[in-house]
């Protein structure tokens, strides 16, 4: 479904961001340019700025969020101010944002320089699992740390369910279940970041053991409807349709999601005779 969108233009604020030490000490005029991807059908028909974003109060929140810490690259403060509008307003799909420093300490004549960013709120479904240590801990730990991250976000998460292992290795039951969270990240990102997750949780992933036990397992489902097959990652998980550990708390989440190759929603999948885990 094609977007709408929001546009402001040359917002301008002043501040001490650069490289340089004249700019830390004197300052600069900044000006951003926004434009804002929503839906603003339901907007329009009643008439409702509750249905939107209000271009005032985002000029506002920017206004106020901009010195609030400094930066040497307009880079990362764009980066900045685009999370905290994802994070602030639910309803935002996409954004481009550009920082323009006309007056940045550069011994040449230009008329201005910038960067633009562009940024997209995508939408992932991930399966958990985990059978050593304080399983339940441990799991609450990985989603407060994708709650807290700057680029990601919690959706739902369904209760984790106790499973028998699969592969044939000898192990404890697995707390299982899954999860639909959003990310600025592109997917090798978030698969670093999904990684750092399990690290933090101990897992030593130079001693993992194919199919062994875990003390917090994260694996990408689906991102958005993209396709991937590369060394590091396949998208979505290649072995999902035969796993019913997965397949049935994602049915709870997105039964009418559809994988993108099979073209079967989670609930066809999930109906399908396999082999029977989920024991409690």
């Known amino acids: 479904m094609s977007m709408d969108e929001i546009d402001i233009r040359g917002l301008k604020i002043y501040g001490n961001h650069g490289v340089y030490p004249q700019e830390e000490a004197k300052g600069q005029n900044f000006y951003l340019s926004l434009r804002l991807f929503l839906s603003l059908q339901e907007a329009g028909m009643g008439d409702d700025l509750e249905k939107s974003i209000s271009y005032e109060e985002v000029c506002l929140f920017i206004k106020e969020s901009f010195n609030k810490k400094r930066h040497l690259l307009i880079e990362s403060l764009a980066e900045r101010i685009a999370c905290e ?48 240590g304080d399983c339940e801990k441990q799991i609450a730990q990985g989603f407060r740390m994708i709650a807290e991250d ?82 590091d990652l396949v998208i979505p998980h290649p072995d999902m349709a035969s796993r019913d550990f997965v397949l049935k708390p994602l049915a709870q989440l997105a039964p009418y999601y559809r994988h993108p190759l099979t073209k079967k929603t989670v609930a066809e999948m999930a109906a399908a005779p396999m082999e029977a885990h989920i024991v409690v």
Not at 89 to 99: I, Q, R
Not at 103 to 125: G, L, Q, W
Not at 157 to 166: E, L, R
Not at 194 to 221: M, T, Y
């Open 85 to 132: 509008l994802f994070d602030k307003y639910e309803s935002l799909t996409e954004l481009e944002l550009e920082v323009a420093k006309p007056e940045a300490p550069v011994d040449a004549d230009f008329e201005n320089v910038s960067v633009t960013i562009r940024r997209k709120r995508h939408i992932v479904y991930l399966a958990y699992g985990a059978n050593e």
């Open 150 to 231: 700057d680029h990601c976000g919690l959706i739902r998460k369904t209760d984790p369910v106790v499973t028998t292992p699969y592969g044939g290795v000898e192990q404890q039951d697995f707390y299982n279940g899954a999860a639909v969270i959003w990310t600025l990240y592109a997917p090798e990102q978030l698969l670093g970041f999904i990684h750092r997750i399990e690290e933090a949780a101990g897992v030593d992933r130079s001693k993992k053991i194919h199919w062994g036990p875990r003390k917090l397992d994260l694996d990408i489902i689906f991102f958005d409807d993209l396709v991937i097959d590369s060394s």
